[in-house]
Antibody
């Protein structure tokens, strides 16, 4: 059974770069029907899409974050990663990784448990 | 960019039917997905492509999508259905979520 697990620092200093990794276990990261995404949720607020990536490395980003976001994939480690630069307190959120299946028109069917990241000095 | 609008909250008596709406321009031409999120937990997919239930989701959850409104309907509402519900669309390589609706069971 496919599982996703986020990992990375829970505290980041303002103006620095947030880095998280999502490890995919129990299945392939290279299926041609799957995209891999990052979604975040600030405390008490709704879901916000950060970006998605295909196993080939092709990626799409939320236009509001695009200038600061990079998502990469390492198929040999079955991992994909998020880097968000120049963070501020507004980037404090729970960050989820999830699988998006194109065969069901882009639904996120499997999610990680989430990683709380706080931006503070 | 495309926008999805949800009402902030819906309240329903135990055992009754809850209807949660998601509005967007010509949303009926798009494929809408719905998620349930309980406090402290990751979202769970409850409907995909408007009307389809993933394995393990009870048939009390159903959906429709036409015109400018998509609707998630929960029949015979139970206490365990309380939580936040989000609609979602993947459109032109962009992912959009609705703002979420808090369902309260009275």
């Amino acid at each position: 059974q496919l599982q996703l697990q986020e990992s990375g620092p829970g505290l980041v200093n303002p103006s620095e770069t947030l880095s998280l990794t999502c490890t995919v276990s129990g299945g392939s990261i290279s299926r041609n029907t799957d995209y891999w995404g990052w979604i975040r949720q600030p405390p008490g607020k709704g879901l916000e899409w950060v970006g998605t990536i295909y196993y080939s490395g092709s990626s799409d980003y939320n236009p509001s974050l695009k200038s600061r976001v990079t998502i990469s994939v390492d198929t040999s480690k079955t991992q994909f990663s998020l880097r968000l630069s120049s963070v501020t307190a507004a980037d404090t959120a729970v960050y989820y990784c999830a699988r998006m299946i194109t065969g069901i028109t882009g639904a996120f069917d499997i999610w990680g448990q989430g990683r709380m990241v706080t931006v503070s000095s | 960019s495309y926008e999805l609008t949800q009402s902030l909250s819906v309240s329903v008596a135990l055992g009754q039917t809850a209807r949660i709406t998601c509005e967007g321009n010509d949303i009926g031409s798009k494929n809408i997905h719905w998620y349930q999120q309980k406090p402290g937990q990751a979202p769970v997919l409850v409907l995909y492509r408007d009307v389809n239930r993933p394995s393990g989701i009870p048939d009390r959850f159903s959906g429709s999508n036409s015109g400018n409104t998509a609707t998630l309907t929960i029949s015979r509402v139970q206490d365990g259905d309380e939580g936040d519900y989000y609609c979602h669309v993947w459109d032109s390589s962009t992912v959009v979520f609705g703002g979420g609706t808090k369902l309260t069971v009275l």
